[in-house]
Structures are given as structure tokens and as C-alpha cells.
């Protein structure tokens, strides 16, 4: 049994939720990969503003295809989330709420996740199609020249995750 999680009105909801409960999300998440990390990260260094308040909301580690025709997006399955652990600090201190991605993460990570109490989720790989279905609307919001790996905001509705690792450190991971 799912749990449906409204993350736009109670996001200390899923804070609380424990490893290995399956969740649907519903509410606004942002997308991010590799480049839109470093991008933020070049951001901070030089002491420019930022593109957006990531303060209480869910990054997805995923780059989406284009949207045929019709569609609100393309495939937008999730990256491997190791990619992003060097940038999870800087994440975790712009207030990010939890990740969304694929596969395990590096020992590190865990900690921090306790530390700040922003658990890790992980969604379906190789069902882009299927979660596209669950994106209600998108829109790129910052570094539109990255192309996929631009942040956009999605809108999801019944976004199917499993919580990874939770705020205590617990994990689904061996």
C-alpha cells in the first residue's frame, strides 16, 4: 500500500516517512543533473543570487526528453544519483527537502541525510515513459541553455517513490 503524500501542504509528512514505505507524491518537484548542480555550485562561489529557492522542495535527478506532440513531457526517468553526491552538501544547504533519484548513494551521504533530515527516495528506472504520465505540467525555470539537464519545475500527480534512505539513516540498501 502507497501513501499519498500532498508535498506542497505537508512536506514534514515525508520527512517522517521510514525506509522501504512506498509514496506518491503529489505537488511541485524540480529536476536536476549534473550540470544544473554545478551550475548552482559556480553560482555560490562567485556570490551571484540564484535562479531559485530549492528551501523545503524536492530535486529529481533526471534530464527529460523532448515532449512529443500532445504531451506535457517526454520520458523523464531518473539519473543515477551518485553523479549529484559531491553537490549534495550544497543542496542539503540551500534547503532542499529530499532527492529524487535512482541506485544507492556513497557512505557520506547517509550522514548528511541524517544531519539535515532529508531523506532520499528512489523511483522506478527504465519507466520514464510511465512516470511522464504522472508529470501534470513542466516548465524550464532556470539555465534553459543546458537543454535536458536545464532545472525544470514538474508538477506531479500520484508520483510513484520508495524512500531509500530516511531521515535516520535507515536504508533499503545492502
Not at 523523464?76 to 544519483?81: A, I, V
Request: hydrophobic share 40%; charged share 25%.
Amino acid at each position: 500500500m502507497s501513501f499519498i503524500i500532498d508535498i506542497d501542504k505537508d512536506i514534514d509528512q515525508l520527512r517522517k516517512s521510514k525506509a522501504g514505505i512506498p509514496l506518491l507524491i503529489n505537488g511541485t518537484i524540480y529536476s536536476a543533473r549534473d550540470a544544473a548542480h554545478k551550475r548552482l555550485k559556480e553560482l555560490i562561489e562567485k556570490g551571484e543570487p540564484l535562479p531559485i529557492d530549492l528551501k523545503n522542495r524536492i530535486l529529481y535527478y533526471m534530464g527529460p526528453t523532448p515532449a512529443k506532440e500532445g504531451n506535457v513531457i517526454g520520458s523523464c526517468g531518473p539519473t543515477s544519483s551518485y553523479r549529484m553526491d559531491d553537490f549534495f552538501e550544497m543542496t542539503l544547504e540551500l534547503g532542499i527537502a529530499a532527492s529524487i533519484g535512482k541506485g544507492s548513494r556513497a557512505p557520506f551521504v547517509k550522514e548528511l541525510i541524517k544531519k539535515y533530515k532529508s531523506p532520499y527516495l528512489i523511483t522506478i528506472g527504465g519507466a520514464g515513459a510511465y512516470l511522464a504520465k504522472c508529470v501534470v505540467s513542466s516548465r524550464v525555470i532556470a539555465f534553459e541553455d543546458l537543454g535536458a539537464e536545464a532545472i525544470t519545475e514538474l508538477v506531479v500527480k500520484e508520483f510513484p517513490v520508495i524512500v531509500g534512505i530516511d531521515f535516520r539513516g535507515n536504508q533499503i540498501f545492502t
